[in-house]
Structures are given as C-alpha cells and as structure tokens.
C-alpha cells in the first residue's frame, strides 16, 4: 500500500515518470493542427499503406507520400509486411519530431493516441481521420532506429 501511494505521488510530482511507465496518451477525439479521429461512415476513400524492411537494411511505407483534401475523411489501412514491429504517427513534422525524442528515451512507449497506431509483423489495422486543415504534415516510425532507416513521409492536404 505504502509503495502504491509513493508511486502515485512520484507520478504527480514528476510527470517524466509517467512517460517512464510505457503509456503515451493524447489526441483522444480532440481538434490537433492535422486535424481529428473521423467517422467509419464519413470516409469516401481508403488509402492502402504497407509497412516493411527492405533487403538493403532500409525501412518503408508504401505510399510515402499521401495526399488529401481538407475536410476529407479517410480510411487508412495498414499492413506491416515486415519482419518487426512498426508504427504510424501522424501531425504536423514539429510534433512528429518531439514525439521521436520521447520515444527515443522510452522506445517501449506505448501509444492510445487517435493519430497512431503500432503493429507487430503480419499484423492489419487502420485510422479513419478528418483532415481539417491545409498544409504540409510528417508520418513516421519513431521505433528508435526506423526513422533513420527512411521510415518517413508526408502529407499533403490541399484545399
């Protein structure tokens, strides 16, 4: 009881300590700059993405580039082809880029965050996001090692 209660106070007094059990939650539904958790029903297309290693040691995402509409939903279905775990995070590169330093110094982070999702070898899964707002976003895999190795790209969401 005594070790629960220390616990839970460590927690409140130092935030850190939060990150350091594994969980990273946020973008639960709510409006972020690339836009927000969209409606099965809403989205018109479906926008296949395989996640793979290649034999030359690099790591992918096929497509690496999408492109969208702002006010668009979309299906995003994902396949890991690959021989490891991969993941997909979403947002805007400066996000992505904070996001990659966290998981840097916790990299069995686990994720509950809308604009993400992790998946082991053979495994499928998908977002349906609204993209709301035009501009230029980043996706990566921020696994450490996986965004060095070329697992990167970008979205695009035009008027």
């Known amino acids: 009881m005594k070790t629960t209660i220390a616990l839970a106070a460590l927690a409140i007094l130092f935030p850190a300590a939060a990150f350091a059990t594994g969980n990273h939650s946020g973008g639960h539904g709510e409006m972020m700059a690339i836009g927000k958790p ?8 479906t926008v296949k993405i395989t996640m793979a290693e290649k034999d030359d040691g690099s790591m992918v995402f096929e497509p690496a580039v999408l ?8 299906r995003l279905k994902f396949t890991n082809k ?30 509950a965050d809308a604009n993400s999702l992790r998946l082991a070898p053979g495994k499928s899964g998908e977002i349906i996001w609204t993209f709301a707002n035009t501009g230029d976003f980043t996706f990566a895999c921020l696994i450490p090692g996986h965004f060095e190795a070329g697992m990167k790209g970008g979205i695009t969401v035009a008027p």
Do not use: S, Y
Request: no cysteine; glycine share 8%.
């Open 67 to 74: 492109k969208v509409k702002a006010g668009e939903t979309v």
């Open 38 to 45: 969209g409606e099965k029903g809403e989205a018109k297309r």
């Open 82 to 111: 690959g021989e490891t775990d991969h993941e997909f995070v979403m947002d805007t590169n400066e996000a992505v880029m904070e996001h990659k330093v966290q998981m840097e110094k916790f990299p069995e982070m686990e994720h």
